[in-house]
C-alpha cells in the first residue's frame, strides 16, 4: 500500500502482502493427518507413550516455549523438523543396540 505522496513506507512491505522468509509453499499450513500418524508412530518406537510426553519432546525439537496440546497445532513445515528429528534418534539407537 503506498503512503500520501505515492511513494511506499521506507523498508516496509506492503500491508497486503507480508513479508516472509523463504519457505516452501504451504508450509505455514497445520501439519498433515499422515504427518501427524509418522511423529506419534516414531515417538512410540521411542517408547514416549504418554500424551502431555509426546507433545513436551514435540516442543523440545522445536524449540517452543509453549507446549501444543496436539501435533495437528504445528506447520507443516514443523513436523517435518520433527520427523526428521525424531528418524535421527530412532535411527542412533538402532546403531547403539546393534
Known amino acids: 500500500e503506498f503512503k500520501k505522496g505515492g511513494r511506499a ?36 518406537v521411542l517408547k514416549v507413550i504418554d500424551e502431555l510426553a509426546k507433545m513436551e519432546k514435540v516442543a523440545k525439537i522445536l524449540g517452543l516455549a509453549k507446549v501444543p496440546t496436539a501435533v495437528t497445532q504445528i506447520t507443516k513445515a514443523q513436523a517435518s523438523t520433527v520427523i526428521q528429528a525424531l528418524q535421527k534418534e530412532i535411527d542412533n539407537d538402532n546403531r547403539e543396540s546393534s
Open 9 to 44: 513506507q521506507a523498508g516496509k512491505a506492503p500491508s497486503s502482502q507480508p513479508t516472509k522468509q523463504a519457505t516452501k509453499p504451504g508450509a505455514d499450513e497445520p501439519a498433515t493427518e499422515s504427518q501427524a500418524k509418522a511423529i506419534h508412530a516414531q515417538l512410540g
